[in-house]
């Protein structure tokens, strides 16, 4: 029988016996395979990822070879002048109408310099008397086993645990990656129009001060990496606890809120924690997958100038602050901390941009509600969350002091206030380092301006 020749896929259960029309299709499609197998008279199609001509011993290289009789062998070589060298061979037991084979050069010995990569592959059609039709694929390529060096021109003495820090460096070469690695966060660095590259980067206030070691890296257009430990300080800062009431009056009056929130909760409490809790993570990794889309990130700084907050309002918590949730009884039903700065005036304040740039969300997120974030560049933004109203449209370019929107108590928000947030790559930041001018000066700006020649 023909139920387990590979070039045919069956699906679906097998039932009790073959009908003799189905039978029938079957001897029919195999006589039709064989003729195609015979017909083909083309050999495999090949292409080469990535498409760079320059290569690190390193690099993973890919061949994509496809074929309509299927693949029956891929042989890949380097070559240079008249010696030849065979860096992988594969033949296939079942001619799979696609493969993917993956190598890399470490294994060549190959010299820095030109050479020429070959990759033959044969197809299983019947061709050639059986032999198969066989097609090859060459590329001038270029080993550049050397890493590009990094120079850092300055960093900052220190960073805070839950603040920010900018370095500003040069590289020797072209790259294709190169930023700040802290833990699994990756920092990107923009070029400059004078050259060189400017990464802001943050200590996430998740982090120990023992466990904080930023890594700079560069990875050319080869593939070669450098990587280094940045000297700069991580110190510690203590932030405050705080105890947040929650009565089932607040449930009660966020009722229809928290249902949306978690629609798979039944009570107004179960809904709140799950908002506290799930949401909230859910709304984070929004962030971080906002500031990751190059197409949000200004490659360099389009505001100047101090940075502006809610005018004539008062301070109703703190960034970093470690909330405790209670009930109405006084027990504990949950824990959180505050990532931003609330800030209260009149209900329904117009809220001012804190500086210029580009607004690249204005919609509903989970626990902050309405909400504005604006790109500032360099992955550093700000957040406006709990609003009533939006006065900007995403793609808006705003200068500093336009109105974004007014405040109110949507999201997680008892009363009416503002939730001011300032985000390096996603990840929330003091916005009270960024709120000091003299921090922003001494820190940012003026770092900025380093000579790199
Ligand atoms: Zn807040």
Redesign the pocket.
Known sequence: MFKRKPSFRSSGKRSSGLSVVALLLILGAAGAGAWLLMRDLSGPVMSLAPETARVGLAQPLEVAVSDKSGVQSVTVSVKRGSQSMVVKQETYAVPEQSRRIVFDLKDTRLPEGAFELEVRAVDASYAGFGRGNSATFTKPMVLDSKPPRIAVKTVPPAIHRGGAAIIVYTLSEDVQKTGVQVGDLFFPGYKQENGGYACLFAFPITMRTDGYHPEIMAQDMAGNVTSSRLLVRALNKNYRADTLNIPESFLNYKANELAQLCPEKDTPLEQYLCSNNKVRAANDAKLLELAADPGNVTPRFVWEGPFRRLPRSAV??NFGDHRTYVDGHRTKIDEQT?????LASVAQAPIPASAAGRVIWADYLGIHGHMVLIDHGLGLMTQY??LTDYKVNVGDVVKAGDIVGTTGVSGL?GGD?L???VLVGGVPVQPLEWLDSSWVKNNITSRLKTNVK
């Not at 505050?338 to 609330?342: I, R, W």
């Open positions: 109703k918590a505050h990532m931003g700065l609330d969350s709990h928000a206030h939730h001011f947030g």
